[in-house]
């Protein structure tokens, strides 16, 4: 019997507390997709890595801290995992209703539990990991 094993992809990268994170962590999940021939709903992914991102460094992470993504795609299993790590405490969880038409913030989490195949939080020393999955195939290419 000859089968061939496939490992699992992952990237890791680490970003300091700064808004200009949010569009370079876009921009390295985009890039991973596309290396991995990754057949995913791009958009979803995209917008929930730019709400948990956003989350982190305005709410997760402290000052002249940092945060680290991690992305996970399992060819054999066709999911794709975003993990968001940061050492900040507080809890993680998505308001009971959406946010009124004139306020600024709040829909976030609401967000990613409506685009996502699976979403959530578990512990980290310090802080905590906040994650979504993707159902995803394999493009040839």
């Given at each position: 019997m000859?089968?061939?094993?496939?490992l699992p992809c992952f990237r890791e990268t680490f970003h300091r507390r700064e808004r200009r994170?949010?569009?370079l962590v876009r921009q390295f999940v985009r890039e991973a997709i596309v290396d991995w021939a990754c057949d995913v709903r791009a958009d979803d992914v995209l917008l929930c890595v730019s709400e948990l991102v956003t989350n982190a460094v305005l709410h997760g992470v402290p000052p002249g801290r940092g945060f680290r993504?991690?992305?996970h795609w399992e060819r054999a299993g066709g999911v794709l995992r975003v993990e968001v790590h940061d050492s900040g405490d507080g809890e993680v969880r998505p308001r009971d209703s959406?946010?009124?038409?004139?306020?600024?913030?709040g829909r976030g989490l609401l967000l990613v539990a409506?685009?996502?195949d699976k979403w959530?939080?578990?512990e980290r020393d310090p802080g905590?990991?906040?994650w979504c999955e993707f159902g995803a195939g394999h493009t040839s290419g």
């Open positions: 000859n089968e061939t094993t496939q994170a949010v569009p993504v991690h992305l959406w946010a009124a038409p004139d306020e600024e913030g409506a685009l996502a959530g939080v578990g905590k990991v906040v």
